[in-house]
């Protein structure tokens, strides 16, 4: 913002709003625009009370190697309600920066946790002659390692240049500072940050790409291993729902860091609702997903572990495997509990 000709200075206030015909002289607004009160009540309001189901069922389900969610919906929680304190308060530089940095690295967990599940439903449904390169477009036992290094990489890179973007920020007194404008100063920062959003954007891509295509190919397997059961097609729907939300909001992520010119797409950092509609609506949807398709409700317990055990789960889908079909056509339906015991219990289906 720019400050009125007509009005006295001030070294630490600028003009924020014009209500009627009167100024009201506030102090610095960190945002680009003046953010909306009401709107972001609601996301500090929606965005903790589906974190805190999140973590219920993460604890009710035992599924613990879905922990990455839970640390990506709590940063989700403590940004949004961050920016609400922020908005409400424009003069305390701490929620602000507290609320753009968790909201910037917070998908990072929610995208690892995808790739983690992933994992699950790949060797849970994937028949054991085809967990190879050839048929999934990666390698097996590296699907987690894989994407979740490069999920960290990028993590670790978005962070310090928003680090140095958040620094830059929090030691500029001038009256009309925004992120915008420290985007602008610090040149190393942004350009570490678009570098860690191309790559996240990338593994993001990448992995939409291969989550899709094993969800089609799979169909093939239907009447032959473990691939028909609502167990772990509901999941699969959840993935590939999931990474194309990420993946969406990444897109935007990267194209909305300011440019040196006037015109482009720093329209897209300037206005608020380019935020909301693209960022927080995209997030909010994929925690939804993650609430509706819990990976505890439909993997059998053996999945659900820190770490997955893949010779045993290759020797229970073979214990089980036979048993698969009735009468060389119909289908058994099998529940999570069913591969508790050390044989595993058939329940008709209906």
């Not at 009005?7 to 102090?27: E, K, W």
């Amino acid at each position: 913002m720019s400050r009125s000709a007509d009005l006295p200075p001030f070294d630490m206030i600028a003009i924020s709003r014009r209500t009627g015909s009167h100024y009201t002289a506030a102090v610095i607004n960190p945002y680009i625009y003046d953010p909306s009160i009401p709107i972001a009540a609601v996301g500090a309001a929606l965005f903790p009370l589906i974190s805190g189901f999140l973590v219920y069922q993460y604890f009710r389900h035992r599924s613990w190697f879905f922990w990455a969610a839970v640390i990506g919906v709590l940063m989700e929680a403590i940004g949004f309600i961050c920016r609400i304190v922020s908005a409400t308060d424009e003069h305390k530089d701490l929620p602000f920066l507290i609320s753009f940095l968790m909201i910037l690295l917070a998908p990072s967990f929610l995208a690892a946790a995808c790739y983690t599940a992933f994992s699950r439903v790949v060797w849970f449904s994937c028949p054991s002659e085809e967990l190879r390169f050839k048929t999934l477009w990666c390698f097996p036992r590296w699907i987690t390692p894989t994407f979740v290094t490069f999920d960290l990489l990028s993590f670790v890179i978005q962070l310090i240049g928003g680090g140095l973007i958040s620094r830059s920020y929090d030691h500029d007194n001038s009256y009309d500072r925004s992120i915008e404008e420290s985007e602008k100063k610090v040149l190393s920062g942004r350009v570490i940050l678009v570098l860690g959003l191309i790559l996240q954007l990338s593994c993001y891509g990448s992995f939409a790409i291969i989550a899709a295509r094993y969800f089609i190919i799979s169909r093939k397997w239907r009447e032959d291993d473990l691939g028909d059961w609502k167990m772990w097609r509901k999941l699969s729907w959840m993935i590939n729902i999931a990474a194309g939300l990420i993946t969406l909001r990444a897109i935007y992520r990267t194209i909305e860091i300011p440019h040196d010119k006037e015109t482009g797409l720093r329209y897209l950092q300037s206005h608020e609702w380019c935020f909301w509609v693209f960022d927080a609506l995209p997030i909010f949807a994929t925690l939804l997903v993650f609430a509706m398709f819990h990976p505890g409700r439909y993997l059998p317990r053996t999945y659900t572990h820190w770490t997955l055990d893949k010779r045993r789960a290759i020797q229970q889908k073979e214990e089980i495997r036979p048993q698969s079909l009735v009468g060389g056509e119909e289908l058994v339906e099998f529940r999570p509990e069913d591969f508790e015991g050390t044989r595993r219990s058939v329940v008709s289906a209906a």
